[in-house]
């Protein structure tokens, strides 16, 4: 941990070696130097903004001496007197990005498929809750259950390691064509789910074609063998607030079995 101790008037006096390693600053040359100047804080929050008042909130963002942002965790305490006047202040802290980063890490990993990037089936129930709901406000949606045709030829035929290197070309393609705050997951094995929000049934067929073709059109390569797939799409409109996300995702099954068993694509 980093340790910073001041005198009453703010001023540093110490800074201990992994102090000087987090700030950037060299322990001759912040001594001296007031704390806020050694020890700068990010100015952006919505609570006091000075060392104390940051301090006092636990965690921080610290402007280093070569202008980089690095998050902290702190505590500060007075150093008292006998006779109960402050004689300044000692501060611990320590740098916390590694942790930052494997939170940040580990929330993307519980909530996205690892082969493909797209949302899991977890994060798809989940949005699917929340919009069927919503009680604030009521406004069309739509689930859209994606089933490939014909997967099962190529797993069957390249085996499991060629359809995942298929299902992951294909996640990256078909991607790009939903954009946020929509929501586009892998659900199961070569099944995907969409929730369209605030798109009537007229747009959710139009974006299930977009989604139709861009699969039509792709084409899997395999050494000297090329494979396409097709898709199956099956529609569940809905009214947020007005449904539940049980019967939607029934529907958006049914629909889509029907779509196979009316001749696939």
């Known amino acids: 941990d980093g340790v910073i101790s001041t005198n009453a008037n703010g001023m540093?006096?110490?800074m201990n070696p992994a102090a000087e390693r987090i700030t950037g600053w060299a322990a001759s040359q912040a001594?001296?130097?007031?704390?806020?100047?050694?020890?700068?804080?990010?100015p952006s929050r919505e609570h006091d903004a000075s060392p104390a008042g940051e301090l006092n909130a636990g965690a921080a963002l610290l402007r280093t001496k070569e202008g980089k942002w690095v998050p902290i965790e702190a505590v500060s305490a007075d150093i008292p007197s006998a006779k109960g006047?402050?004689?300044?202040?000692?501060?611990?802290?320590?740098d916390v990005s590694e942790e930052r980063r494997l939170q940040k890490e580990l929330a993307h990993q519980a909530n996205h498929d690892v082969l493909t990037g797209l949302h899991n089936r977890r994060a798809f129930e989940r949005e699917l809750r929340h919009l069927t709901e919503k009680s604030t406000?009521?406004?069309?949606?739509a689930l859209l259950y994606l089933d490939l045709d014909q997967f099962k030829v190529l797993n069957d035929t390249c085996g499991h390691e060629a359809g995942d290197k298929l299902l992951a070309e294909l996640g990256a393609r078909l991607r790009k064509l939903i954009a946020a705050p929509n929501l586009f997951a892998r659900t199961g094995g070569d099944e995907f789910g969409v929730l369209l929000g605030n798109q009537n049934e007229e747009q959710a067929f139009a974006t299930a074609e977009i989604l139709r073709h861009a699969i039509l059109d792709y084409r899997f390569h395999l050494s000297e063998l090329s494979f396409n797939v097709g898709v199956s799409i099956g529609i569940a409109p809905?009214?947020?607030?007005?449904?539940?996300?049980a019967a939607v995702l029934s529907r958006a099954d049914i629909a889509c079995y029907r779509a196979k068993e009316e001749g696939r694509d």
């Open 31 to 42: 001594r001296g130097m007031p704390l806020d100047c050694v020890l700068a804080l990010n």
């Open 12 to 14: 540093t006096e110490f």
């Open 137 to 141: 406000t009521q406004f069309d949606c």
């Open 85 to 94: 006047q402050d004689l300044g202040a000692v501060i611990t802290f320590r």
């Open 238 to 245: 809905f009214l947020a607030g007005k449904d539940t996300s």
